[in-house]
């Protein structure tokens, strides 16, 4: 039974309480949300990203072609280029499936091209059944210089793939191809955009996740084209496109960052919503737990943080605010909230790190909310302390993850009602219920209620990850799902849309009786997750909260009952399940069960070291 208080007055509800949280992982930016076709424009994919890359990674060629990194190349950001002789072709592949085309629509081409004597280059556009659009020829003379070209599509395809001939030696780089008709015409794939828009998210968390705070926090090094797999730093990501130097992406690809910086606060506001970034704290988290003592490196990353500030707020005469112009937004971006780290498993090095960016952060702009973490998850010694130092430090607001099962969000509805009205405000930055099923989205949508009526203290929440191409699936559930040509939402995206849509002003206070419970099968991923390239595990068990258990292996036996999802290969090997290759870096075990139960899903694993 519910009861009402309807004269009675609960807590305020602000109106950013909903929001997204975009991170580059399952292809959500290149292959996804920046609408770019071409795959590997730049040249650029190295060993560094995917041990499976090369330089021509997703092209093919005819004749005498070959990427090339020496003194003639483009820019010292971008090394990599290709040089053909006369007579010879490339072809680029797109993603997955290959290049996505819609019958009438307009493609932009443009390409980076040098040649001592003009060389004619002519683009098609084709699949397997034929020409997608007519030829374009455009005329390659002397220094690097950028040519362009407009396609037409004359037939629809998910298959396409793009061809550059050279009738004489040639070097080429930045090879692209991208719809015109885009995102507000901001340069994103408008249907992924469009379902974001519609959930009318407050705010958006970018641009990740463990992405932000893994790999090196040195920066790019000009002389060397040395990449050393580096962190998130937000001054790689602005300015020309053909001047930004790729990255390693902690999810297993290249990243281009074509959707950088610039992009992120201009979609933002194109969807009205508040630019809620995440920098490195000199701290890694996601497996990798190290932190860097380099104190000149430390200052300046937050030396990058006041100018990241300048970026999106300071006017156009100040040094950043003028790049922010220049790129094509003299008018400031508003940000206004700020997260330092993202799940820190060192909570003691992350504090001593936090408070200097903090310290900095509110002398020169003392308006900025500044957001600190409370560890990889809600359990155990890590997140005790996070807190305690969070609470003894002051922070104005703390950002928690956690993944779980349904039936957990159903029995953690109060989890903020004993939380300390006088400490930090919560910034719920990543949850999910393990699954995209009605009864996950269910889950979750009770849940939310408890986070409205600690709305008091809960300020802010957001949904993870948002996207995910099912061609390249590294992290499940994810909120929206597409391919190249198409997209759709699950259940869970429902439930955001209706709680975003209808955010109300005050929470009417009810109570109610009797258990929550969720019958259902229990199937799907139940959460044993990798962060290294490799890993093994030995006596896994699945129990139920009753003890029960459902299934367990010391796997001396049988595979079979064991499935996994996104990617990689995995076996057993002396009484251990092993993943035999890398392809994967985050693979989740599943015991797919098909009788009915009532259970809280506890995993236990062993994980073997050294593999
Ligand atoms: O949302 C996917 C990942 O989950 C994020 O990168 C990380 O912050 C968390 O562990």
């Not at 980076?112 to 005329?139: H, I, K, P």
């Not at 699954?435 to 939310?448: P, V, Y």
């Not at 957001?462 to 759709?488: G, K, T």
Request: with cysteine; aromatic share 12%.
């Amino acid at each position: 039974a519910i009861t009402v208080d309807p004269k009675a007055s609960g807590a305020k509800i602000d109106d950013t309480m909903y929001g997204v949280f975009f991170e580059d992982i399952n292809r959500a930016a290149d292959g996804g949300l920046y609408s770019e076709l071409v795959q590997n424009r730049s040249f650029e994919y190295s060993t560094d990203d995917n041990r499976s890359y090369t330089p021509l990674t997703s092209w093919a060629t005819s004749g005498t072609a070959k990427a090339v990194n020496d003194d003639g190349r483009l820019n010292a950001r971008n090394r990599t280029y290709l040089s053909l002789d006369g007579g010879s072709s490339v072809t680029n592949s797109g993603y997955n499936t290959g290049i996505s085309v819609e019958e009438g629509k307009v493609y932009n081409f443009s390409v980076w091209a040098r040649a001592e004597q003009a060389s004619a280059l002519t683009v098609t556009l084709a699949d397997s059944e034929g020409a997608l659009a007519g030829a374009r020829r455009v005329t390659a003379r002397g220094g690097w210089t950028k040519y362009t070209a407009k396609f037409t599509a004359t037939r629809t395809s998910a298959n396409g793939r793009l061809t550059v001939a050279a009738e004489g030696p040639v070097a080429l780089d930045m090879i692209s191809l991208l719809p015109r008709d885009t995102y507000k015409g901001h340069g994103l794939r408008k249907d992924l955009a469009q379902k974001i828009a519609a959930l009318d998210p407050s705010f958006v968390r970018f641009p990740g996740g463990c992405l932000v705070n893994t790999g090196s926090m040195e920066g790019y090094d000009e002389a060397s084209g040395w990449q050393r797999k580096r962190s998130y730093q937000w001054k790689d990501t602005i300015g020309p496109v053909e001047q930004r130097a790729t990255n390693a992406n902690f999810w297993g690809y290249n990243q281009s960052y074509g959707l950088g910086y610039y992009e992120y606060f201009q979609f933002s506001e194109d969807i009205g919503a508040m630019p809620l970034p995440v920098v490195p704290a000199l701290v890694t988290g996601c497996g990798q737990n190290k932190a860097t003592d380099d104190d000149a490196l430390l200052k300046r990353h937050i030396q990058d943080t006041l100018d990241l500030i300048e970026f999106a707020n300071g006017p156009v005469t100040s040094e950043w605010g003028k790049k922010r112009a220049q790129m094509g937004h003299p008018k400031p971006f508003h940000l206004t909230h700020l997260g330092v780290g993202n799940e820190e498993n060192l909570p003691n090095e992350f504090f001593a790190r936090f408070k200097q960016f903090r310290a900095a952060i509110e002398a020169k702009y003392p308006d900025i909310t500044v957001i600190s973490n409370s560890g990889p998850d809600d359990t155990g010694s890590t997140f005790d302390t996070a807190w305690k130092l969070n609470r003894e430090a002051n922070v104005d607001m703390v950002d928690e993850h956690y993944y779980n099962s349904p039936q957990w969000f159903l029995q953690n509805n109060d989890r903020y009602d004993s939380y300390d009205r006088n400490g930090p405000k919560v910034f719920l930055g990543e949850y999910a219920s393990q699954g995209n099923a009605f009864k996950n989205a269910l889950s979750e949508a009770a849940f939310m209620t408890g986070l409205e009526r600690n709305a008091d203290i809960v300020k802010l929440a957001s949904y993870a990850p948002l996207l995910a191409n099912e061609d390249y699936v590294q992290w499940r559930p994810d909120m929206i799902w597409f391919n190249n040509h198409a997209s759709w939402n699950s259940a869970n995206y429902e439930v955001q849309k209706l709680f975003m849509r209808n955010v109300g002003d005050r929470v009417v206070p009810s109570t109610a009786t009797g258990t929550p419970s969720l019958n259902g099968p229990i199937s799907g991923a139940v959460g044993l997750s990798t962060w290294a390239t490799s890993a093994a595990y030995d006596d896994v068990s699945v129990t139920g909260a009753d003890g029960a258990t459902l299934l367990s292996d010391d796997f001396s036996g049988d595979a079979s009952k064991w499935t996994h999802t996104g990617g990689g290969s995995w076996s057993i090997q002396d009484g251990q399940y092993v993943q035999t290759d890398a392809a994967a870096e985050n693979t989740m075990v599943s015991a797919g069960d098909p009788a009915w139960h009532d259970y809280d899903l506890h995993v236990k694993a062993t994980k073997k070291s050294g593999k």
